[in-house]
């Protein structure tokens, strides 16, 4: 029996090492889920602003060389049609990305629209940090088989707030967090990076998928993405499971 304590206590301990050294490593960012940045979208901008100046260029082009064609010795009939066959490529092109920008623009009010009738709910979203509101903050977790379940949470400094063991039914389960650190002492409202590592039964570990739970209090919105606020956590539209009326 006390073998079997020993054992169990030994694991419970693997789990947590496991878990604190995830949690140490997230970056934020607030969700698994990649987002579009101003980067990219800053790249697209310039890509089609380098695209129409090249049209451009190729009706000068053109135009030019129609201009000073020897009258005795006019440009190949082939030549010029496929020449005109890309001019004519170009031009669509240039259309398409502007047709493009603005379905974008079109499905991001939309997205925005849908967001902003959340304000007050309550959101179920995949993220790698669990927002602290009010002093409480819930996550629930999918768990392959049962048994002991560690879960770590740190701030954005990479400091250890808080680490915890618990035993975990086969399925889906729910961890609520006091808001206190191990210490006892009260947090304060935030984001926080946290993982939930699992044991496999035969020995190993593994990262155990999860989503966090907190009040929509936000919307914002990005270059090309819409975001809700829960707290001080920013969860990417794209990645909300669930939405519910706050108790």
């Known amino acids: 029996m006390t073998a079997s304590i020993a054992s169990v206590a030994y694991q419970q ?16 960012g607030g969700s698994a889920v990649p987002s579009a940045s101003g980067g990219t979208s800053a790249a697209g901008g310039g890509g089609l602003g380098v695209l129409s100046s ?6 000068n082009l053109l135009m030019t060389q129609l201009r000073n064609q020897d009258p005795s010795s006019p440009m190949d009939a082939n030549q010029f049609t496929s020449e ?14 502007s047709s493009l920008g603005q379905l974008i623009q ?3 009010a939309g997205d925005l629209t849908q967001a902003s009738a959340m304000l007050g709910s309550k959101i179920t ?6 927002p602290l509101q009010n002093g409480k903050a819930s996550l629930s977790f999918t768990s392959p088989v049962a048994g002991p379940v560690a879960i770590a949470i740190y701030n954005s400094a990479g400091q250890q707030i808080r ?16 808001g206190t650190n191990n210490a006892g002492t009260v947090m304060p409202d935030g984001a926080y990076k946290v993982a939930v590592i699992g044991a496999n039964g035969n020995g190993s570990t593994s990262a155990l998928p999860f989503t966090v739970t907190g009040t929509a209090t936000g919307v914002s919105s990005g270059t090309n993405s819409v975001s809700l606020n829960l707290g001080a956590l920013s969860v990417p539209f794209s990645s909300v499971v669930s939405v519910s009326k706050a108790n």
């Open 106 to 108: 079109l499905t991001q």
């Open 84 to 97: 005109l066959v890309q001019f004519s490529q170009v031009e669509q092109q240039i259309n398409t990305n």
């Open 125 to 130: 979203a995949q993220s790698n940090e669990i």
């Open 54 to 59: 090249n049209f451009s260029s190729f009706l």
């Open 13 to 28: 301990s693997q789990l947590i090492a496991a878990a604190n050294a995830r949690a140490s490593g997230i970056t934020g």
């Open 163 to 178: 680490d915890a063991a618990l035993t975990a039914t086969q399925g889906s389960n729910t961890w609520n967090w006091d």
